[in-house]
């Protein structure tokens, strides 16, 4: 699967967010070794605290489902732009996945790849 690929299938998801709060929607689309994509979407709640994130919605989603090794994420915003995951998010990708490769879109809508490990070389760990 094409990292343009991915974008879209994380653009998709992005049309299910619940974003009343903060008018920013965002989609996720983690792709797994075998091949198997599983998508995200934020949900916000009056609670803030209750709210989650579309990286870590499509994480729990294919923990859920069984799936532990994952290979890419791909990562778009109703902001437009590079739009790159928050601590907590980051601290879950540690957790299952610290060699993800992260696929952004840029504001001219090409796809951007990091190393997560560049994003965050001091991971927490037991």
């Given amino acids: 699967m094409t990292d343009t690929e991915l974008l879209?299938?994380?653009?998709?998801?992005?049309?299910?967010?619940?974003a009343p709060y903060s008018k920013f929607s965002v989609g996720?689309?983690?792709?797994?070794?075998d091949g198997t994509v599983f998508t995200g979407c934020n949900v916000e709640n009056a609670s803030y605290g209750a709210a989650n994130c579309a990286e870590r919605?499509?994480?729990f989603k294919a923990v859920s489902e069984g799936c532990r090794d994952f290979s890419a994420?791909?990562?778009?915003?109703?902001?437009?732009g590079e739009t790159y995951p928050c601590g907590i998010c980051r601290q879950v990708i540690a957790e299952f996945a610290p060699d993800l490769r992260v696929i952004l879109q840029n504001?001219?809508?090409k796809p951007v790849s990091y190393n997560f490990k560049d994003m965050m070389p001091y991971i927490f760990s037991l």
């Fill in 57 to 59: 919605t499509a994480i």
């Fill in 8 to 18: 879209e299938i994380a653009s998709g998801a992005m049309k299910n967010a619940y």
């Fill in 28 to 33: 996720a689309a983690l792709l797994c070794s």
């Fill in 107 to 109: 504001k001219e809508g």
């Fill in 73 to 80: 994420i791909a990562i778009v915003s109703s902001g437009g």
